[in-house]
């Protein structure tokens, strides 16, 4: 597994910009797919948008396209949600993930993508507000 740490998580006005950052500690980070998922008070985790080990594919939650961008710098160890036109249902404790038992693979299904279960190791997630 990869240690992950996200970090960028605030408190903004409806409307803003954000760009959180996931750090991680090993080069098989280069890897890897890698997602970002959310979580409000009261609700299971929710899917958010997936980038592939090479960064030539991704894949978002209908609820952020168009708005949010998945991105990753994989000389850096660094994948990265940039979030603009932020509204308050995007507010949430926002999780990067790594899926390590598929290294380099290219073949992602939607329903793959969406699913926790694919990742298996998680960070401590970053806080994100955004007032009305």
């Known amino acids: 597994q990869v240690q992950l740490v996200e970090s960028g998580g605030s408190l903004v006005q409806a409307g803003d910009s954000l760009r959180l950052s996931c750090a991680a500690s090993?080069?098989?980070?280069?890897?890897?797919?890698m997602g970002w998922f959310r979580q409000a008070p009261g609700k299971e985790h929710e899917f958010v948008a997936h980038i592939s080990w090479s960064g030539g594919s991704t894949i978002y939650a209908d609820s952020v396209k168009g708005r949010f961008t998945i991105s990753r710098d994989n000389a850096k160890l660094t994948v990265f949600l940039q979030m603009n036109s932020l509204k308050p249902e995007d507010t949430a404790v926002y999780y990067c993930a790594a899926a390590t038992r598929r290294p380099y693979s290219d073949f992602w299904v939607v329903g793959d993508a969406e699913s926790p279960s694919q990742y298996d190791s998680w960070g401590q997630g970053t806080q994100v507000t955004v007032s009305s």
């Open positions: 090993e080069r098989t980070f280069s890897s890897y797919a």
